[in-house]
């Protein structure tokens, strides 16, 4: 599967309730020391996240998306067995009580 370098809010909870539904970790990685209330999130740490499994999507986010979109590349580089992604928006864009539904 391709994954493109950003995805929204929308997309991160569709994508992870399809994707973990498939046996595919997907990890919310705070960058910036500042967690997302009511999102389960992990600071970035490369030493622990090498350990996650081969071909889990790493979701990096800082407050307003556009330093991490820049560091894509080398998230991209050190985490070379795993797909990184770029939250766009940030957390300054997260709405706390957005959910998707079954369909």
Known sequence: ???PNEWTQKEFLQ???RLEAEGIKVVLIDTVLSPI????TVIYNPYELKNEPEGSVFVFYCDSGK?????LDEYKKR???HHC????GGRGYWRIN???LDE
């Open 1 to 3: 599967m391709e994954f």
């Open 15 to 17: 994508n992870k309730k």
């Open 37 to 40: 209330e009511n999102a389960n």
């Open 67 to 71: 330093a991490t979109l820049n560091r």
């Open 79 to 81: 985490f070379p067995k």
């Open 85 to 88: 992604i770029s939250l766009r």
């Open 98 to 100: 957005m959910s998707v």
